[in-house]
């Protein structure tokens, strides 16, 4: 096929200003077009056959870094503190009388946040009141600067709902950077690097004790070493996988599946969900059990939350020098 005209908004949601978001994710891969990491490539700028493949890298949405004394602890910390929640994936919990009724997951970037700010201030409130709180002012969402609030009130709690990722390793660019040097192959005591951890610690790749990192980057780097050309497929994003409820037990066994409910995107392609049982059930996510124990935490969900990207693998006859750790 030939160049793509331009990227896709994520998910591919319509949007108006669709060029605009276009053109900011390709200022976010110029930086990596450099010459030095020449088997990383802009879609845009260069042809991409038809068949080329596109294939899917995905991992557990639960935070893998994260320590604590026990699986408890662990859950909680997670639950209490979106900055722990590194896996380009980030949930809030809501309760009442104590009991978890939902759980609401994104995979949604910052970056397009920022460019609704810029190109379509009303529509971003309007997505902001519908799922965050009707209560939101435009004026809660602008900086003194007057640029986006990434991380404004109404999205850094860890109760209630959220609208998108504000982790610190969690956008775009995060991603963008991991796939672009994960193209160069790695040299250490005149050995290739293959191991995923030391791949990523080598290359300065991120956390080599996540999910996310070492799954990519070792995916990529074994596409590279075969000469092939590769960047993130379009549209460029993360997405959410339905959750795994084999081994849920509801109180009038029903299938948990059916509480997986898509609110941004599609089946293929989710950005935003949340997981809750409807009200006419008669009782809510808190009485679903798990290995016997009831939900307590938003976390068990996430441990069973699938999230992934796909990159495209384009046939190529580079001859690729590997470089020294460090370099």
Request: charged share 25%; proline share 8%; net charge positive.
């Amino acid at each position: 096929m030939p160049k793509l005209a331009r990227f896709n908004s994520p998910a591919g949601l319509t949007d108006p200003n669709a060029e605009a978001w276009s053109t900011r994710v390709r200022g976010i891969l110029a930086p990596y077009l450099d010459g030095t990491r020449p088997q990383f490539y802009d879609p845009t700028k260069k042809n991409t056959p038809a068949n080329t493949p596109d294939p899917m890298v995905s991992w557990v949405a639960f935070p893998a870094s994260l320590r604590a004394p026990s699986q408890a602890e662990r859950l909680r910390l997670a639950d209490n503190d979106r900055t722990l929640q590194d896996e380009y994936c980030e949930w809030t919990v809501a309760r009442r009388g104590g009991k978890i009724t939902c759980v609401t997951f994104t995979t949604e970037v910052p970056e397009y946040w920022e460019h609704l700010f810029d190109t379509a201030p009303q529509r971003l409130l309007q997505l902001y009141r519908k799922f965050v709180h009707p209560r939101v002012q435009l004026s809660d969402l602008r900086r003194a600067n007057g640029r986006y609030r990434r991380e404004s009130p109404w999205n850094t709690s860890t109760p209630g709902r959220l609208m998108h990722l504000i982790q610190g390793n969690n956008t775009l660019g995060a991603a963008v950077d991991l796939v672009a040097n994960a193209t160069v192959l790695r040299i250490k005591n005149g050995e290739l690097v293959t191991n995923q951890q030391e791949l990523v610690r080598c290359a300065d790749l991120g956390n080599p004790f996540r999910h996310s990192d070492p799954q990519i980057a070792s995916a990529v780097n074994v596409a590279a070493s075969q000469g092939n050309e590769i960047t993130l497929a379009d549209p460029p994003g993360l997405h959410l996988g339905r959750p795994l409820t084999a081994g849920m037990v509801t109180p009038d066994g029903a299938d948990a599946a059916k509480f997986w409910k898509i609110e941004r995107g599609d089946a293929e392609r989710t950005l935003r969900a949340r997981f809750e049982v409807p009200p006419n059930r008669g009782y809510v996510v808190g009485d679903i059990e798990i290995g016997g124990r009831p939900v307590q935490h938003g976390g068990q969900i996430a441990q069973r939350v699938q999230v992934w990207v796909k990159v495209l693998v384009k046939k190529g006859s580079h001859a690729a020098q590997p470089r020294p750790c460090g370099t």
